[in-house]
């Protein structure tokens, strides 16, 4: 998802951008299982479509893992915390984003194999996610300005329904903020701002998404990342970010950010397109059997695919 001018050159050719664009105006009729996609039904069709067709197809929903619900509850933790910035200039106390963890988490826990909660409970899963939403709260949520637009909406878990490529997309951004240096250095944005200088909002506005990790992202996952592409693509704010909760042994939070360019969305929008069209076409392949995916531990599926018997 490259497309960096950089480099010298557009990763496409402008034959090729052409090409693209032309085929994109086509609208075919889609037969989509929820009658939109999002980013995460893409990404796991690219993972592997046979997964795909179980989940969304047939409807077979495997109950959460553990890493996921405290993916999600980190997640509510946060969204409360921007909440109180709008409303009250400042971060939530940690009293109240840690309550706002817990019970998303608790409450999370209810579908979850006892197995798996006698496995978290014995590796302290929980207590890893106290210790990244604390960080957060004190180190990162005091930078944070989230976007409130004229009409009062605000740049938190925002909802989108979007036309892309003629696919029906849905999806929800964990943040916009404009309190970040964008096009300029962090050295020059804040003498400016020391100065009495007001920067323009395009030029401190960047499309963020948090993830719960187990290491941080490499500056080639934030260069190709489909989700922030969509994100930019929707909002068309070219600067995205990855707020990352690591959930290393010493838990920490690291930002990362990058641009997208035109050619970007365009990719993108390639790959939406091409995607709901071998849905649509009833093409559900297997993912290869070297992926890391295509085993027991890492797919809920595994024995009614490669792993059922014969």
């Known amino acids: ?15 090729e951008l052409a090409d693209i664009t032309a085929r994109l105006s086509e609208h075919p009729f889609l037969k989509l299982p929820k009658g939109r996609l999002s980013v995460s039904q893409i990404e796991m069709y690219l ?13 077979e929903i495997r109950p959460p893992g553990v890493a996921m619900i405290l993916g999600s509850s980190a997640h509510k933790a946060a969204e409360h915390t921007h909440h109180h910035i709008v409303d009250h200039k400042v971060p939530a106390s940690e009293e109240e984003v840690l309550a706002a963890y817990s019970d998303c988490y608790e409450l999370g826990l209810v579908d979850v194999p006892t197995k ?28 944070v300005q989230p976007r409130v637009s004229p009409d009062g909406t605000r740049g938190i878990e925002l909802k989108f329904e979007q036309d892309i490529a003629g ?28 100065r009495g200088v007001t920067v323009p909002e395009d030029m401190r506005t960047c499309v963020t998404d948090l993830k719960t990790k187990g290491k941080a992202a490499s500056a080639g996952e934030i260069r190709d990342s489909l989700q922030l592409t969509v994100y930019s693509f929707v909002t068309g704010i070219l ?41 649509s076409a009833g093409v559900f392949p297997p993912c290869n059997p070297v992926e890391w995916i295509c085993s027991e531990k890492w797919c809920g599926y595994y024995s009614q695919c490669r792993g059922r018997k014969m």
Not at 1 to 11: A, F, I, T
Not at 239 to 257: E, G, H, L, S, Y
């Open 239 to 279: 600067a995205v970010r990855f707020d990352q909760m690591i959930k290393t042994k010493q838990p920490k939070v690291q930002r990362i950010t990058d641009y997208r360019s035109p050619a970007d969305h365009l990719w993108m929008q390639e790959i939406v397109r091409s995607v709901a069209m071998s849905i």
């Open 116 to 143: 798996a909660k006698e496995d978290a409970e014995a590796f302290k899963v929980k207590d890893v996610g106290v210790e990244l939403v604390k960080l957060y709260n004190k180190h990162h949520a005091p930078t």
């Open 47 to 59: 993972r592997c479509a046979r997964q795909y067709m179980l989940r969304y197809v047939r409807d």
């Open 1 to 15: 998802m490259k497309g960096r001018e950089d480099e010298g050159q557009s990763l496409i050719s402008p034959e």
């Open 167 to 194: 696919v029906p997309m849905l999806g929800y951004i964990d943040l916009i903020d404009v309190n970040v240096p964008v096009g300029i250095s962090e050295t020059e944005y804040h003498m400016l701002q020391s």
